[in-house]
């Protein structure tokens, strides 16, 4: 916390928190693998630059660069021995001034880690999660930007995930403001027709994943056609293979939205992605190797 480290029962902030008031906060979820070279984090250089990028787009003063980023992290994790875990570096509008203007208060940073099984369930990666497509609309750039990763995006995703839960679904698929598919509330997804693999545009209002990217590389690899193209609602249920991509949710496929069984169920494509990117985060393909940071 704001460079130092600090128990976690003690890692405490004040209830007058400007950026718990007003969401005034950007993040980042990264996640280090066991390997047989000690502990690996994934394109830990990718995540830490996407947060120095948000900062940035909300005008936040960010007092720490990226090296001291990557130390603080790499630091965290051998103080903690936890070779496996999910990381959440923070920066936020701390303890201030209240009101809605965020200068008037200090930028506090911090990273915290925990262990963290698969987000959408270890079930779900193997056997696929059931969707619904949301009735919340994903904002967009006019109103919160979505390829900031600021907290107050997440108060749509958290409309979106409560409607998807309570309805008994497994996770929500959010359409943008022209009707056509964005991401689903925390994760990226992909389409798979007839042996060709699409994902919408960074153009349609959604966050540029890190997986999402590293599943586009795995595809170029496997030699697959590969789209970044807008796809409809009714092309959702036309799917052969539907999955999400995300640091906390991995590859997972959806076997089920609104009711509509996807493709056969089996996920050919699905599953050969899975295998590469299981390989790639535990540092099994020499070729995905500039990927991971090992810890010192
Ligand atoms: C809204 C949203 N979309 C997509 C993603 C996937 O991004 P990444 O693969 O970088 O974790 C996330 C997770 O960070 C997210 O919160």
């Not at 930028?107 to 056997?127: N, S």
């Not at 979505?146 to 907290?151: F, N």
């Not at 679904?169 to 598919?181: F, P, Q, R």
């Amino acid at each position: 916390m704001d460079g130092k480290l600090v128990p976690w029962d003690d890692a405490q902030v004040h209830v007058l928190t400007h950026g718990l008031h007003y969401g005034y906060a950007v993040f980042e979820g990264i996640r280090c693998h066991r390997t047989e070279r000690g502990s690996a984090v994934f394109r830990l250089e990718e995540h830490l630059t996407r947060f120095l990028e948000s900062a940035r787009i909300y005008r936040m003063k960010m007092p720490f660069d990226l090296a001291a980023l990557r130390r603080a992290t790499l630091d965290l994790i051998a103080a903690n021995r936890v070779p496996e875990a999910y990381l959440r570096p923070i920066a936020f509008s701390g303890y201030g001034q209240m009101g809605l203007d965020p200068t008037q208060s200090p930028i506090c940073v911090a990273i915290g880690m925990w262990e963290w099984g698969a987000y959408l369930g270890a079930d779900g990666v193997e056997r696929g999660v059931r969707a619904t497509v949301s009735s919340w609309v994903r904002m967009d750039s006019r109103s919160l930007p979505p390829q900031a990763k600021c907290a107050a995006n997440y108060a749509n995703s958290a409309l979106a995930k409560m409607e998807a839960v309570s309805g008994g679904y497994d996770e929500a698929i959010l359409l943008n403001s022209a009707g056509v598919v964005a991401e689903g509330p925390g994760e990226n997804i992909f389409r798979v027709k007839h042996g060709i693999v699409s994902t919408p545009p960074a153009s349609s209002g959604i966050l540029r994943g890190i997986t999402r990217d590293s599943v586009i590389r795995f595809l170029m690899d496997e030699g697959l056609e590969f789209r970044r193209n807008d796809f409809t609602r009714e092309e959702l249920f036309t799917s052969d293979e539907l999955f999400y991509t995300g640091t906390a949710a991995g590859i997972t496929p959806i076997r089920e939205v609104d009711g509509r069984p996807i493709g056969t169920g089996t996920y050919p494509i699905t599953k050969r992605l899975q295998a590469r990117y299981e390989d790639a985060i535990h540092a099994r393909t020499p070729q995905y190797e500039g990927w991971l940071t090992f810890g010192t």
